[in-house]
């Protein structure tokens, strides 16, 4: 009902629109790199006014005032190269953030104050491309996370405490979870190279080629209908 969005521009930093992209502003005081990557925004927006945004350079920049300040959050990490998040969608509850960097999984438990590494299992952690977390993550604590050049998917069924394989796929781009995940464990993967989409209805344990009418293609982005 707020009508807002945030768009991130490579090299010029966000901008926020309050009327549904009508009229945009630029929104950067405090951040002191604009090369920005990704976004998480608190589920719990309307009342915390939370924003998340990772760069390529600065680490990780926290908003609680709808982006017109930031503050740098990096206590804890080993890179200031982040690339993606996925949030808790219990996050008013339980302050959980994930942060895929350049060497790694990282999740903090208190809102970014401070970040701990998650790579108990992971390899290829120098190419991991995309991150995903179930929407029931507060009972399941699902999270899975993939990796490019040497292509795996993996999962974590205890909050990134640990790591398995479930997919040896090269060129992950994208993961996309059900919203109704916690029924129907339904999982798409968006790769490059031609290899396109695949697609698991048991949260990982098996895999098929969903591209007919695609054909093989890359696959930059993937959205489901809630």
């Known amino acids: 009902s707020d009508q807002t969005i945030f768009a991130a521009l490579k090299g010029i930093g966000v901008y926020k629109s309050v009327d549904a992209g009508s009229i945009w502003s630029l929104v950067n005081t405090g951040l002191t790199e604009l090369d920005v990557r990704d976004f998480a925004i608190s589920p719990n927006y309307a009342a915390d006014q939370t924003i998340f945004v990772c760069t390529g350079g600065g680490g990780i920049f926290k908003s609680t005032d709808g982006g017109n300040s930031w503050s740098a959050v990096n206590m804890g990490l080993f890179t200031t190269y982040v690339f993606h998040f996925a949030i808790s969608p219990d996050y008013a509850n339980d302050q959980t953030i994930f942060a895929v960097g350049g060497n790694g999984v990282y999740k903090s438990t208190n809102g970014g104050s401070n970040w701990n590494v998650v790579n108990t299992g992971l390899t290829d952690t120098d190419s991991l491309s995309a991150i995903a977390i ?3 993550y507060a009972v399941d604590q699902t999270i899975f996370v993939g ?5 795996h998917v993996f999962k974590s069924v205890n909050g990134g405490g ?3 394989v479930v997919l040896n796929q090269p060129y992950v781009r994208f993961l996309a979870i059900s919203p109704n995940y916690a029924v129907d464990q339904t999982i798409f993967v968006g790769t490059n190279q031609g290899y396109s989409v695949r697609k698991s209805t048991n949260g990982g344990s ?3 080629v969903y591209n007919t009418g695609m054909g093989n293609v890359d696959v930059i982005s993937l959205a489901i209908s809630p």
Do not use: A, E
């Open 147 to 151: 990796t490019y050049y040497f292509g």
């Open 162 to 164: 640990s790591w398995s």
């Open 134 to 136: 179930s929407p029931n």
């Open 206 to 208: 098996s895999w098929s």
